[in-house]
């Protein structure tokens, strides 16, 4: 990806592949990747040059916060495909705090978890989010 000299901002484009690569780095369990693993994982792929680890730490905090606000909001609002984008690769780094917003999940349960009730019906996604924990432990 090319650089822009002097850059010290985050482009659309480096929110989305820090959001995907925490996604694709994240274990079983939904723990995510230390900061030093996100950080040799994107090095010299951002277009923010010389991004450190306290630089990714702190874009993933503001990351998580643009997506408690947007939840508290009733989900994205304005901004088209670019804060959908961001928000549906949140909900797959964050399912923890989409949890605490039910009012999210409004026909949601079988796209977060591929899967509905025996009837055919969509379940409860806290129940979903719940069972699936189990079985992973």
Request: cysteine-free; charged content about 30%; hydrophobic content about 35%.
């Amino acid at each position: 990806m090319a650089h822009v000299a002097g850059n010290d901002s985050w482009s659309f484009a480096d929110e989305v592949m820090i959001l995907e690569a925490i996604v694709d780095m994240s274990d079983l369990e939904g723990r995510h990747p230390s900061l030093m693993d996100l950080h040799l994982e994107l090095h010299g792929r951002l277009m923010r040059e010389n991004a450190s680890p306290f630089d990714l730490a702190k874009k993933k905090h503001n990351l998580k916060t643009k997506f408690r606000r947007t939840l508290e909001d009733g989900g994205p609002q304005q901004g088209g495909e670019r804060n959908q984008k961001l928000f549906e690769l949140s909900k797959k780094v964050w399912p923890d705090i989409l949890e605490m917003y039910p009012h999210a999940y409004d026909g949601m349960t079988t796209i977060l978890h591929g899967k509905a009730g025996a009837g055919g019906e969509a379940r409860d996604p806290a129940y979903v989010l719940q069972e699936g924990r189990r079985a992973l432990q």
